[in-house]
């Protein structure tokens, strides 16, 4: 029998500078992604980067933000539409990181499927 559980998926978190994993769902799970939110919290603009990996870092195959096309500006908050709906199965991981450490705050809720 299959189990849905909607959840805070990611605590509000500082995004760092680096490409790093921010979520694995659970053993046996996969997860759907229902909202996702980017806030930058200084007062200069920011990059995103962010995908979904089967594991390890980003790449071209799979990010899904790509720091080109996506600048917050001081304060800005962003809702992805490139994120909501997307599954992340198990032995994957969302990845995300912003071009300065510490200036971006990450969220994101959605649904686990057991």
Known sequence: ????????????????????????????????????????????????????????????????ISPIGRTLAPGESYVSPELAGAVIPPGSQLHAFASAAASVTFTMSGIVIQ
């Open 1 to 64: 029998m299959t189990t849905i559980t909607p959840a805070q998926l990611v605590a509000p978190v500082a995004l760092g500078a680096a490409d790093a994993s921010l979520y694995s769902p659970p053993t046996n799970s996969s997860v759907q992604i229902g909202r996702a939110v980017f806030t930058n919290t200084t007062s200069s603009a920011v990059t995103i980067t962010a995908g979904i990996t089967p594991g390890g870092a980003l790449g071209a195959s799979t990010t899904m």
